[in-house]
């Protein structure tokens, strides 16, 4: 199982970015999927979360209305638009996988990527 993310950067308040990560070793279309972010000195937060059909998404309120979690699974790759990003939004960014959209909620999602970091400053 290799999840990949790509897109991280750095970017001014009120700027955008668009995460991807490339998905291969599992029948992608089977798992949920969800973007999960660490900043420095706090808790793990789940970001946004993905249904396998993508048909049921769900946000942090910190990000509802900003961010828009989507996926293609023809091309087995989950992608976080970001938009009117913040300061606050400085962290590092996984996505994750699992069956279980219960698992994402925990934190325990079975796969993590490796990161991408985001940081948000002028």
């Known amino acids: 199982v290799q999840l990949v993310e790509s897109g991280g950067g750095l970017v001014q308040p009120g700027g955008s970015l668009r995460l991807s990560c490339a998905a291969s070793?599992?029948?992608?279309?089977?798992?949920?999927m969800s973007w999960i972010r660490q900043a420095p000195g706090k808790e793990r937060e789940l970001v946004a979360l993905?249904?396998?059909?993508?048909?049921?998404?769900d946000y942090a309120d910190s990000v509802k209305g900003r961010f828009t979690i989507s996926r293609d699974n023809a091309k087995n790759t989950v992608y976080l638009q970001m938009n009117s990003l913040k300061p606050e939004d400085t962290a590092v960014y996984y996505c994750?996988?699992?069956?279980?959209?219960?698992?994402?909620?925990?934190?325990?999602?079975?796969?993590w990527g490796q990161g991408t970091q985001v940081t948000v400053s002028s």
């Open positions: 994750s996988a699992d069956r279980s959209t219960l698992n994402h909620r925990r934190g325990r999602p079975d796969y």
């Open positions: 993905i249904s396998g059909t993508g048909g049921i998404t």
């Open positions: 070793g599992f029948t992608f279309s089977v798992y949920s």
